[in-house]
């Protein structure tokens, strides 16, 4: 274990850790304990209670955040003819086909979100041992692979963001920036929750909602109360 520094030792202070605390009051102490010297992201941590090795229990998708993330993605589309011109209007940072393929298997990522149109999927699978590990593969789950790439484009940009459980039942997603209001922040946090809520397998049994916690980077996390929060 990492030995904590002076500064995260006295945030981590002003933490009830046995406490879940009102969404409102768990977004400001989130703000209050950002050590960081830069403006930190706010990220959410949901453990659920599903079993993901169970194919009936896989929780994957993508939600837009009404108040965004506060970092623009870069996003590269493959896509040919008027489907690149598309993507191209729509304010894609990169557009094209073969010779995108060619430099992220030579090395390139100055990107942060691919999209892809179906017909394009038989070469971008030629990446998959490059993009899977990084979670960069286009997937119809998240509205990534499509021909409708202006909305997906359009959507990203917005501060669309995706969500995976992991092999441990946990989901991590941003939800802004320490800078943001803490309206901003409480309502992009509701979107979020409320989605978590809709994608519920039907076959996780026991509680589903089994900690939510709220944390800035390099900050220490702050437990959630799940009946504070309103969900539409």
Known sequence: MAKKGKKYIEAA?????????????????????????????????????????????????????PNGTGKTQRVLVFAKGEKA????????????????????GQGWFEFDVIVATPDMMGEVGKLGRVL?????????????VTFDVEKAVNEI???????????????????????????????NFSTIFDTMLKVKPAAAKGTYMKNVSITS????????????????
């Open 13 to 65: 202070k002003l933490v009830d850790r046995m406490k879940a605390y009102p969404i409102e009051e768990a977004i400001e102490l989130t703000k209050k304990t950002s050590i960081a010297k830069f403006d930190a992201t706010v990220e959410v941590a949901f453990r659920l209670g599903v079993d993901p090795k169970k194919a009936d229990q896989q929780i994957r998708g993508a939600v837009v955040l």
């Open 85 to 104: 011109k598309e993507a191209e209007a729509a304010g894609a940072d990169y557009v094209g086909d073969a010779e995108y393929i060619t430099k992220i």
């Open 132 to 144: 899977g590990p990084k979670g960069l593969m286009p997937n119809p789950k998240t509205g990534t």
């Open 157 to 187: 940009k917005a501060g669309k963001v995706e969500y995976r459980v992991d092999k441990a039942g946990n989901i991590h997603v941003p939800i802004g920036k320490t800078s943001f209001e803490n309206e901003k922040l409480v309502e």
């Open 217 to 232: 980077t390099m900050g220490p996390g702050v437990k959630v109360d799940p009946s504070s929060v309103t969900v539409k």
